[in-house]
Each structure stands twice: as structure tokens, then as C-alpha cells.
């Protein structure tokens, strides 16, 4: 308890290092909770984390922890460029890709059009794929084999 307590003491403090280290092991601790917002709070992202995090890129522009907590699909895809075997950059990525690709096609069984631009999604599935064997969960990189094949098989059809 102690290490959180110097950790939020530094982070009120505005010492860069220790805030970095504060939002990281926030991310990590929500990560593994099955309501992520109990630790990471909307306020707390957009108020204090973003900006942390748009200045740590800056800063650390190779170092792909901060690319990872982003939120930003695209800074994701940097993330996982700058460590392919990350395993919490693996599943937030593919859940991420899958979230976004469901929702392109959430309206087409109920007969309506496909939402996004299949390309791009077929795309975004095509750059994750090589990165499915790094996943070491068997469980997780199975679903994430089988929902892509099935996302992009449906957005194939819409080219």
C-alpha cells in the first residue's frame, strides 16, 4: 500500500517519471478487473491521463507503453510495432479491432448496409494477423483467430 501512496504523492507533485509509472500501473490494475471503469474513471482519463500520455509519446517516442494506453486505434497499431509480444498491447489491440469491426457490421443481419469501410477493416485485420502467434494464451489467440476470420469473411462481402 505504501508504493501507491508515494506513487500519488508524486504524481500530485508533477514528477514526470513517477506519474508515467501511476498510469501504467492504473492500466495494468484496470486491465484486470472486470470493470476497468472502478479504476479508471472517464474524469480521470480525459483530465489527467490523456495529456500525460500525448506528452509521453513526445517524449518517448520508441517506447510503446504509452502508445498502448492511448486509446487511439492508431497509436495501438504503433504500440504493438514497437513490441509484438506485449501481451496486454496483443489483447487490448484485438479487442479493440474486434469492437470496432463488429460495430462497422452490428446493422447487416437486420438488413442494412455495412457501417464502415470494409477495406480499411480487411486491412486492419490483415496487419493484426501476423501478430496472433505472439499471443501465448491459447484460449484468447483461438477466439481472436476465429472472430477476424469471421469479421472479414463478412466484409469481404461488401467490396
Given at each position: 500500500m505504501h508504493s501507491w501512496i508515494t506513487l500519488l504523492r508524486n504524481f500530485v507533485c508533477k514528477q514526470k517519471e513517477s506519474r508515467r509509472l501511476?498510469?501504467?500501473?492504473?492500466?495494468?490494475?484496470?486491465?484486470?478487473s472486470d470493470d476497468s471503469s472502478l479504476?479508471?474513471?472517464?474524469?480521470?482519463w480525459d483530465g489527467v491521463f490523456l495529456k500525460e500520455i500525448e506528452d509521453w509519446i513526445k517524449d518517448?517516442?520508441?517506447?510503446?507503453?504509452?502508445?498502448?494506453?492511448?486509446?487511439?486505434?492508431?497509436?495501438?497499431?504503433?504500440?504493438?510495432?514497437?513490441?509484438?509480444?506485449?501481451?496486454?498491447?496483443?489483447?487490448?489491440?484485438?479487442?479493440?479491432?474486434?469492437s470496432k469491426i463488429n460495430m462497422n457490421q452490428h446493422e447487416i443481419h437486420a438488413g442494412f448496409g455495412y457501417s464502415g469501410d470494409p477495406v480499411s477493416d480487411i486491412q486492419d485485420i490483415q496487419f493484426f494477423k501476423p501478430?496472433?502467434?505472439?499471443?501465448?494464451?491459447?484460449?484468447l489467440r483461438r477466439s481472436f483467430t476465429v472472430e477476424l476470420e469471421e469479421l472479414e469473411s463478412c466484409a469481404l462481402q461488401f467490396i
Open positions: 501511476f498510469i501504467d500501473a492504473v492500466y495494468k490494475v484496470s486491465d484486470l479504476y479508471l474513471p472517464y474524469n480521470l518517448e517516442p520508441y517506447n510503446p507503453i504509452p502508445y498502448k494506453w492511448s486509446g487511439d486505434f492508431q497509436l495501438m497499431k504503433k504500440s504493438l510495432e514497437l513490441d509484438p509480444t506485449d501481451q496486454q498491447g496483443l489483447a487490448r489491440f484485438g479487442a479493440n479491432l474486434v501478430f496472433l502467434k505472439n499471443i501465448e494464451n491459447p484460449e
